[in-house]
Nanobody
Framework: QVQLVESGGGLVQAGGSLRLSCAAS????????MGWFRQAPGREREFVAA????????AYADSVKGRFTISRDNAKNTVYLQMNSLKPEDTGVYYC?????????????????WGQGTQVTVSS
């Protein structure tokens, strides 16, 4: 059984930084791609970033490219999202997800397991 637990969210001023972590249980973590998604109030959940099973491939939403960096440590079963130059529009609940493929996919339907989410609030 896979469990994903996010941490690192909080309240930050515009221009600030946060680092999200997602700790995964289960033996499949190191062989599949991982992703981060977010959902703002009244909006659909949207793709933020994804990383391949080895960490060699990444993908980003245009809105976060150049500001966010996804990484992973397979020895620790953990995936990270470093968020810099945060903007008020980055506010939302951030979810970690585990896919059933090896490449950094952007589509929600490729992800089978989801964490509970961590709140990120960026004040202007």
């Amino acid at each position: 059984q896979v469990q994903l637990v996010e941490s690192g969210g909080g309240l930050v001023q515009a221009g600030g930084s946060l680092r999200l972590s997602c700790a995964a249980s289960g033996r499949t973590f190191s062989s599949v791609a991982m992703g981060w998604f977010r959902q703002a109030p009244g909006r659909e959940r949207e793709f933020v970033a994804a990383i391949s099973w080895s960490g060699s491939g990444t993908a980003y939403a245009d809105s976060v490219k150049g500001r966010f960096t996804i990484s992973r440590d397979n020895a620790k079963n953990t995936v990270y999202l470093q968020m810099n130059s945060l903007k008020p529009e980055d506010t939302g609940v951030y979810y970690c997800a585990q896919s059933r493929t090896v490449g950094p996919v952007r589509t929600l339907s490729w992800y089978d397991y989801w964490g509970q989410g961590t709140q990120v609030t960026v004040s202007s």
